[in-house]
């Protein structure tokens, strides 16, 4: 394998381990995948005005337009999710909750985690199925990208 594959290799592995990161809702570990993401893309725009060679140049120029893609598929996604479950789904506890608050009643810690923990109960069904119509596509999205990518990358062949 050479040095040219390596990089391309790298990148992707970079970008790969970011998008997995991001989806892993613990504490720092979605930030180090941002982090993660965002190293990746950024060498992915150097390395492609370095590029004296086309491979190089194509695998770079695939990663980008596959994260700038993923990104505009999953805002859509978010978009569909939220208006999924803000159309069909039980938002009273929420609406109760701000009633309170404009009458000066300030909710307390307790009182949010409360609402919260009605609200996903009441709406368990939706948001599980706005989840698979609207976020799914993200992953299945990226990973189709970039298992093409990193198969051509480790053949020595350009992206498709």
Same mark, same amino acid.
């Given at each position: 394998?050479?040095?040219?594959?390596?990089?391309?290799?790298?990148?992707?592995?970079?970008?790969?381990?970011? /998008?997995? @990161?991001?989806? #892993?809702? #613990?504490?720092?570990? %979605?930030?180090?995948?941002?982090? &993660?993401? *965002?190293?990746?893309?950024?060498?992915?725009? *150097?390395?492609?005005?370095?590029?004296?060679?086309?491979?190089?140049?194509?695998?770079?120029?695939?990663? *980008?337009?596959?994260?700038?893609?993923? /990104?505009?598929?999953?805002? #859509?996604?978010?978009? @569909?999710? &939220? /208006? *999924?479950?803000?159309?069909?789904?039980?938002?009273?506890?929420?609406?109760?909750?701000?009633?309170?608050?404009?009458?000066?009643?300030?909710?307390?810690?307790?009182?949010?985690?409360?609402?919260?923990?009605?609200?996903?109960?009441?709406?368990?069904?939706?948001?599980?199925?706005?989840?698979?119509?609207?976020?799914?596509?993200? %992953?299945?999205?990226?990973?189709?990208?970039?298992?093409?990518?990193?198969?051509?990358?480790?053949?020595?062949? %350009? %992206?498709?």
């Amino acid at each position: 394998m050479s040095d040219i594959q390596k990089t391309i290799l790298t990148v992707y592995a970079l970008i790969f381990a970011g /998008s997995l @990161l991001m989806m #892993v809702p #613990v504490g720092v570990i %979605p930030f180090a995948g941002m982090s &993660c993401l *965002i190293v990746g893309l950024i060498s992915a725009y *150097i390395y492609r005005n370095r590029a004296d060679d086309d491979l190089m140049n194509g695998h770079m120029s695939y990663v *980008i337009r596959t994260i700038w893609w993923s /990104s505009l598929v999953l805002l #859509v996604g978010v978009l @569909l999710f &939220c /208006s *999924i479950v803000g159309a069909n789904g039980d938002l009273s506890m929420i609406h109760d909750l701000m009633e309170q608050a404009e009458i000066g009643l300030i909710p307390t810690e307790t009182d949010v985690r409360l609402m919260q923990h009605q609200f996903l109960n009441a709406n368990t069904k939706i948001i599980g199925l706005a989840a698979l119509f609207g976020l799914l596509p993200y %992953p299945l999205y990226l990973i189709y990208r970039l298992v093409g990518g990193i198969r051509k990358a480790i053949k020595g062949d %350009p %992206p498709a």
